[in-house]
Nanobody
Framework: QVQLVESGGGSVQAGGSLRLSCAAS????????MAWYRQVPGKQREWVAT???????DYVDSVKGRFTISRDSAKNTVYLQMNSLKPEDTAVYYC????????WGKGTLVTVSS
């Protein structure tokens, strides 16, 4: 199993930027894909972006061109660079990893004010 710890959340005004980090530990040799999800209270958790073991990436349409997911395999860390933030990006952001089984972080809150 993999343990995930997110950091980097906070409050920012619309148009601003934040970078989220997610450090993985444990059975990291089994890691394949890593991803970010987000959830607004009362709504379903939404997939945001994925980075595969080989480095390919994919994004939900609403963040394309604004968010960038990247992965530092040497540090077992995945990042989410978020630019041009909008109030509708406000959510708790969760890190996800698959290493034989799915693992989730505890989440980090991102608040974007207008």
């Amino acid at each position: 199993q993999v343990q995930l710890v997110e950091s980097g959340g906070g409050s920012v005004q619309a148009g601003g930027s934040l970078r989220l980090s997610c450090a993985a530990s444990g059975s990291i040799f089994l890691l394949t894909s890593m991803a970010w999800y987000r959830q607004v209270p009362g709504k379903q958790r939404e997939w945001v972006a994925t980075v595969a073991r080989g480095g390919s990436t994919d994004y939900v349409d609403s963040v394309k061109g604004r968010f960038t997911i990247s992965r530092d395999s040497a540090k077992n860390t995945v990042y989410l660079q978020m630019n041009s933030l909008k109030p509708e990006d406000t959510a708790v952001y969760y890190c996800y990893a698959f290493a034989g089984m799915a693992s989730w972080g505890k989440g980090t809150l991102v608040t974007v004010s207008s």
